[in-house]
T-cell receptor
Framework: GAGVSQSPSNKVTEKGKDVELRCDPI?????LYWYRQRLGQGLEFLIY????????KSGLPSDRFSAERTGESVSTLTIQRTQQEDSAVYLC?????????????FGDGTRLSIL | DAKTTQPPSMDCAEGRAANLPCNHS???????VYWYRQIHSQGPQYIIH???NNETNEMASLIITEDRKSSTLILPHATLRDTAVYYC?????????????FGTGTRLTIIP
């Protein structure tokens, strides 16, 4: 079946521009997560959605980062006024629910490069 | 979530069973053991998870010791495509703490 889909797969943009990253979770998955992975490093949690609500935004690094989810489906992560330190792979994951016995399934990410 | 300890790297011959160990000596009774892997340039891939009993699926087997302080992921017939970094994670059932925290993992190299 269809897995988590992210677009674009690659994005190159100039410093100061805004970018929007999209995640299509697995159908029926109520929980959705955004992570960031810098080159050679581990996952950095950004935000968690349960349905369309975000009970945990603790990982968003600054107010330049925002995310929304609509229809308990698609989510977009927006980075305003991008900086070079925003360069990373942005990963989205979804799970059937938020419980610890429900595995998170990841997309292949959006590789963001800020020039 | 409990901390996990894994060897930094392992090699395994193609066609043999790959046995990847993980220590989680501070695991709590309600914490699940999860295994993921990440192949270069791809997102993490879920492999298997368990609480107390051994588990098997089409990808792998998970053996959890009786005291739950350690576990082993078994890839029964390793192929070159199994070369990846493997992460053992312990996950607590706390709402508000749903995020996954990956350690440094084990870099598994399958040798032809």
């Amino acid at each position: 079946g269809a897995g988590v889909s992210q677009s674009p797969s690659n994005k190159v943009t100039e410093k100061g521009k805004d970018v929007e990253l999209r995640c299509d979770p697995i159908s029926g998955h109520t929980a959705l997560y955004w992570y960031r992975q810098r080159l050679g490093q581990g996952l950095e949690f950004l935000i968690y959605f349960q349905g369309n609500s975000a009970p945990d935004k603790s990982g968003l690094p600054s107010d330049r980062f925002s995310a929304e989810r609509t229809g308990e489906s698609v989510s977009t992560l927006t980075i305003q006024r991008t900086q070079q330190e925003d360069s990373a792979v942005y990963l989205c994951a979804s799970s059937l629910g938020g419980q610890s016995n429900q595995p998170q399934h990841f997309g292949d990410g959006t590789r963001l490069s800020i020039l | 979530d409990a901390k996990t300890t894994q060897p930094p790297s392992m090699d395994c011959a193609e066609g043999r069973a790959a046995n990847l160990p993980c220590n989680h000596s501070t695991i709590s009774g309600n914490e699940y053991v999860y295994w993921y892997r990440q192949i270069h340039s791809q997102g993490p891939q879920y492999i298997i998870h368990g609480l107390k009993n051994n588990e098997t699926n089409e990808m792998a087997s998970l053996i959890i010791t009786e005291d739950r302080k350690s576990s082993t992921l078994i890839l029964p017939h390793a192929t070159l495509r199994d070369t990846a970094v493997y992460y053992c994670i312990v996950r607590a059932p706390n709402f508000g703490n749903e995020k996954l925290t990956f350690g440094t993992g084990t870099r598994l190299t399958i040798i032809p």
